[in-house]
């Protein structure tokens, strides 16, 4: 029983396509995050949603736009990729913004 | 401004000795303090939490960490440590207000037989 799942676990593709990843979560959350892990393993947010609303946006390229079409899943699609969107994205979801975040597995993707 | 640092990039110990990582933060209100643990080609792993209460805090596979308020420290410290403990940790702060959680550099550990 996977708390919270992401597909692709790799991701790898040639600048300037258009991606996705998908994450779900079956913990009942109501919030649900993305972050980016660089290759010096910096975590950083970039989006969150609570029940389906957009919460947090950090100062992410508008090439990234998260989806949430219900609060089980939060997707992110990626524009015009580039050579540093190269990363690991990782969803993660909590039962309030007052509560631990459950990360997944991560997904990382290459852009060549 | 929230932030968290971790002074230390590796930590080294034997096996079967104490470990301490560090973690100092800083953030307006009260604060929500994390740490997680992260193996290699792994997603990050809860490890323990403080909100409130006893500033000794208690977690997963035998982990501790200590609130202080003076010092804005949240130390993890585990008694005894075991090889399979080498991964990469992270300390987190939120304040009480937002969801929005942020993460130290991380502190690597490595624990040697």
């Known amino acids: 029983d996977t708390a919270v799942s992401q597909t692709p676990k790799y991701l790898v593709t040639q600048m300037g396509n258009d991606k996705s990843i998908k994450c779900e979560q079956n913990?009942?959350?109501?919030?649900m995050y993305w972050y980016k892990q660089d290759s010096k393993k910096f975590l950083k947010i970039m989006f969150s949603?609570?029940?389906?609303?957009?919460?947090i946006n950090e100062t992410v390229p508008n090439r990234f736009s998260p989806k949430s079409p219900d609060k089980a899943h939060l997707n992110l699609h990626i524009n015009s990729l580039e050579l540093g969107d190269s990363a690991v994205y990782f969803c993660a979801s909590s039962q309030s913004y007052q509560e631990t975040q459950y990360f997944g597995p991560g997904t990382r993707l290459l852009v060549l | 401004a929230q932030s968290v640092a971790q002074p230390e990039d590796q930590v080294n110990v034997a096996e079967g000795n104490p470990l301490t990582v560090k973690c100092t933060y800083s953030v307006s209100g009260n604060p929500y303090l994390f740490w997680y643990v992260q193996y290699p080609n792994r997603g990050l792993q809860f490890l323990l939490k403080?909100?409130?209460?006893?500033?000794l805090v208690k977690g997963s596979y035998g982990f501790e960490a200590e609130f202080n308020k003076s010092q804005t420290s949240f130390h993890l410290k585990k008694p005894s440590a075991l090889v399979s403990d080498s991964a990469l940790y992270f300390c987190?702060?939120?304040?009480?207000?937002?969801?929005?959680?942020?993460f130290g550099t991380g502190t690597r550990l490595q624990v040697f037989p």
């Open positions: 949603y609570n029940n389906k609303e957009l919460i």
């Open positions: 913990l009942g959350h109501d919030t």
């Open positions: 403080y909100i409130t209460g006893d500033n």
């Open positions: 987190a702060v939120k304040s009480y207000n937002t969801d929005k959680l942020i």
